[in-house]
C-alpha cells in the first residue's frame, strides 16, 4: 500500500476509467488517508475516522466502476447495494445491516482463498499420497518373521515410479475409487436458503451449529485420477487452514479496509410529507446512519466494528439534492463530487483507451471465430456521435448507450461470423450509417431499440 500514492491510484483508474478526474482525486486522497492511519501510533489512530464520499451523477458515467476498480487495487473487501433495496425497519425488505454482513462473508472468503493458497503445495502432496495409496495398497498385515526389508523397498520403489507418472500427467485417464467427505447439513439446505432476508444472520448461526453437532459423512465416488487430483488436493487444503484464524483476519480486514458501496442513495432521499412512503425513506437513512457513524454488527464470523470502513454513497439526484438528505447522515459524506455527463470526446476516448475497451471487447469475441474487426477512426467518431445524440434526445445512460450501439452494429457480423469467406470487416462511418443511423434518426424508434 506505500507505493500506492494518490497519483499512482488516478494512474490505475485511467487505465479503466475515462475523464472524471475530481471523482479520481477524491478516491485517491480517501485512500491515502486510510493508508496513512494504519501507520499512525497512539490513541489517535481510533480516533481518525474514514473520510466517507458522495458521488452525484447520472447513470453511466463511472460512479460503480470508479468503485469497484480501488477495491481491487487496494485488495480490499468490497460490497455494494442499493439503498432502494432497503426499507426501514418493520417495513417488508432487507435491513441494513446485511451489507456489513455480506462484507464480512466477502472478506472471509478472501483471507480463506489466501490461506488456502499458501498451503496448496503441501495439499498436493497429500492428495498425491492419497491417490497412491488407492493406486499402491501399503501393506496392512500385521508384521512377521516372513516381512523382509527387501518387500517394503520394492513396495516404496513402486510408489514413487506411480509417484512419477502421477506428476507428468501418465494416469490422469484412469478411473479409481475415493472416499470424500460428504457436506455437512447438506439436508437442511433448502430450508436454510428459503429463510427470510433479516434472519440471515441466524441461517448463518444455525449452519455453525450442525457443522458441530452433526457428523461428518463419507461418500464413496468413482472418478479419473485427474478428477481425484482437484477433489482430493481442495479436501486436504481444507483440513490444513486454520479456520479461527481465517476468521480474525477476515474480520479485521473488514473493519478496517472493508469497502461498501451504496448505490441510488438519491432513491432513499426525498422531503418528508409526514406519512407515506417519504416516511419509509427517511427512515432508511435513519437506519444507515449508525452503521455509518459506527457500530458493532454481529455476523457469523464475529463482531465487525464499522467505524473504519469507507462507505461510497452515489446517485443522480435528479429529483432531489444532497441537501434533502437528514442532516445527521449528510455530516457522514464529508467529500463531495460530481461527475460529469459523457460527450462525444468521452466516448471516443471509451471505445479506444481503456485495458476493457468495448472494442478489444468485441474484436477478441469475433477473433475466435476467425473473425477480424478493423474500427477505422471515421467509424469510433460516429458511433461516439449518436451516443452523444441519443442520450440527448432519449433517457441519458451515459457510457451504457455504446453496448446498446455496438450490439446493433455488430448483430449480423455476430450471427455470420463462423460461416462467412470475408474474415476481415472494417468499420468505418459509412458502415455505422447503414446499420445505426436511419434507426438513431427515428426518435421513436430509438427510445426502444438504442
Same mark, same amino acid.
Given at each position: 500500500?506505500?507505493e500506492l !500514492?494518490?497519483?499512482k /491510484? &488516478?494512474e490505475l483508474?485511467d487505465?479503466y476509467i475515462?475523464g472524471?478526474?475530481?471523482a479520481?482525486?477524491a478516491?485517491?486522497?480517501a485512500?491515502?488517508?486510510?493508508?496513512r492511519?494504519?501507520?499512525v501510533?497512539?490513541?489517535i489512530?481510533?480516533?481518525i475516522?474514514? @473520510?466517507? /464520499?458522495l458521488?452525484?451523477?447520472?447513470?453511466?458515467?463511472g460512479k460503480?466502476?470508479?468503485?469497484?476498480?480501488?477495491?481491487k487495487? $487496494?485488495?480490499a473487501?468490497?460490497?455494494?447495494?442499493?439503498?432502494?433495496k432497503?426499507?426501514e425497519?418493520?417495513y417488508?425488505?432487507?435491513? &441494513?445491516?446485511?451489507? &456489513?454482513r455480506d462484507?464480512?462473508?466477502?472478506s472471509?472468503e478472501?483471507?480463506?482463498?489466501?490461506e488456502l493458497?499458501?498451503v +496448496?503445495?503441501?495439499?498436493i502432496?497429500?492428495?498425491?499420497?492419497?491417490i497412491?495409496?488407492? #493406486?499402491?495398497?501399503s501393506?496392512?498385515?500385521?508384521? !512377521?518373521?516372513?516381512?523382509?526389508p527387501e518387500?517394503?523397498?520394492?513396495?516404496?520403489r513402486?510408489k514413487?515410479?506411480f509417484? +512419477?507418472?502421477?506428476?507428468?500427467?501418465e494416469?490422469?485417464?484412469? !478411473?479409481i475409487?475415493?472416499?470424500v467427505s460428504?457436506? @455437512?447439513?447438506q439436508?437442511?439446505?433448502?430450508?436454510i436458503?428459503?429463510?427470510?432476508?433479516p434472519?440471515?444472520?441466524?441461517?448463518?448461526?444455525?449452519?455453525d451449529?450442525?457443522?458441530n453437532i452433526?457428523p461428518?459423512k463419507?461418500?464413496?465416488?468413482k472418478v479419473?485420477?485427474?478428477?481425484?487430483k482437484n477433489?482430493?488436493k481442495e479436501e486436504?487444503a481444507? @483440513?490444513?487452514?486454520?479456520?479461527e484464524k481465517?476468521?480474525?483476519?477476515?474480520?479485521?480486514r473488514?473493519?478496517?479496509y472493508?469497502i461498501?458501496f451504496?448505490?441510488?442513495?438519491d432513491?432513499?432521499?426525498g422531503?418528508?410529507?409526514?406519512?407515506?412512503?417519504?416516511v419509509?425513506?427517511?427512515?432508511?437513512?435513519?437506519?444507515?446512519?449508525p452503521? &455509518?457513524?459506527?457500530?458493532?454488527?454481529?455476523?457469523?464470523?464475529?463482531?465487525i466494528?464499522?467505524?473504519?470502513i469507507?462507505?461510497i454513497?452515489?446517485g443522480a439526484?435528479?429529483?432531489?439534492k444532497?441537501?434533502?438528505m437528514?442532516?445527521?447522515?449528510?455530516?457522514r459524506?464529508?467529500?463531495?463530487?460530481?461527475l460529469?455527463?459523457?460527450k462525444?470526446?468521452?466516448?471516443?476516448?471509451?471505445?479506444?483507451e481503456p485495458?476493457?475497451a468495448?472494442?478489444?471487447?468485441y474484436?477478441?469475441l469475433?477473433?475466435?471465430?476467425g473473425?477480424? #474487426?478493423?474500427?477505422?477512426?471515421?467509424?469510433?467518431e460516429?458511433l461516439?456521435e449518436?451516443?452523444?445524440?441519443?442520450?440527448?434526445? $432519449?433517457e441519458n445512460?451515459?457510457?451504457r448507450?455504446l453496448?446498446?450501439?455496438l450490439?446493433r #452494429? #455488430?448483430?449480423?457480423?455476430?450471427f455470420?461470423?463462423p460461416d462467412?469467406?470475408?474474415? !476481415?470487416v472494417k468499420?468505418?462511418?459509412?458502415?455505422v +450509417?447503414?446499420?445505426?443511423?436511419d434507426?438513431a434518426?427515428d426518435k421513436d424508434?430509438?427510445?426502444?431499440?438504442?
Open positions: 500500500m506505500n !500514492t494518490p497519483k /491510484i &488516478v483508474l487505465k475515462v472524471q478526474k475530481d479520481k482525486k478516491i485517491a486522497i485512500l491515502r488517508t486510510r493508508y492511519r494504519s501507520m501510533d497512539g490513541d489512530k481510533d480516533e475516522v474514514p @473520510k466517507n /464520499i458521488m452525484i451523477g447520472p447513470t453511466g458515467v460503480t466502476e470508479i468503485a469497484r476498480r480501488i477495491a487495487i $487496494t485488495n473487501p468490497f460490497v455494494k447495494v442499493e439503498a432502494s432497503f426499507t425497519v418493520g417488508v425488505g432487507r435491513d &441494513v445491516e446485511s451489507m &456489513v462484507l464480512a462473508r466477502i472471509y478472501m483471507v480463506k482463498k489466501e493458497n499458501k +496448496e503445495d503441501k495439499a502432496k497429500a492428495a498425491e499420497d492419497r497412491l495409496e488407492i #493406486l499402491v495398497p501393506i496392512k498385515k500385521p508384521k !512377521t518373521i516372513y516381512d523382509t518387500e517394503e523397498e520394492r513396495l516404496t513402486t514413487e515410479k509417484r +512419477e507418472k502421477l506428476k507428468n500427467g494416469l490422469d485417464d484412469k !478411473t475409487e475415493i472416499t460428504q457436506q @455437512k447439513n439436508q437442511f439446505m433448502p430450508f436458503e428459503v429463510a427470510a432476508a434472519i440471515d444472520e441466524l441461517d448463518s448461526n444455525l449452519k451449529m450442525l457443522d452433526i461428518s463419507k461418500k464413496t465416488r479419473t485420477v485427474k478428477e481425484a477433489i482430493l486436504e481444507q @483440513k490444513l487452514i486454520d479456520k481465517v476468521k480474525e483476519k477476515a474480520i479485521e473488514a473493519s478496517n472493508g461498501i451504496i448505490d441510488e442513495i432513491k432513499v432521499v422531503k418528508s410529507a409526514g406519512s407515506g412512503p417519504d419509509s425513506r427517511e427512515g432508511v437513512q435513519r437506519d444507515l446512519l452503521i &455509518v457513524e459506527g457500530s458493532s454488527v454481529n455476523t457469523r464470523y464475529g463482531t466494528k464499522t467505524d473504519h469507507l462507505f454513497a452515489a439526484f435528479h429529483q432531489s444532497p441537501s434533502d437528514i442532516p445527521e447522515l449528510q455530516g459524506f464529508p467529500i463531495r463530487v460530481e460529469q455527463p459523457l462525444k470526446d468521452e466516448f471516443v476516448r471509451i471505445l479506444k485495458k476493457n468495448l472494442i478489444k471487447q474484436r477478441a469475433l477473433n475466435v471465430d473473425v477480424e #474487426l478493423v474500427f477505422e477512426d471515421s467509424g469510433i460516429k461516439a449518436l451516443a452523444e445524440k441519443i442520450n440527448q434526445e $432519449t445512460i451515459g457510457a448507450r453496448h446498446t450501439l450490439e #452494429l #455488430l448483430d449480423d457480423i455476430s455470420e461470423a462467412i469467406d470475408e474474415k !476481415t468499420i468505418d462511418d459509412k458502415y +450509417e447503414n446499420k445505426i443511423s434507426i434518426d424508434l430509438s427510445r426502444y431499440i438504442l
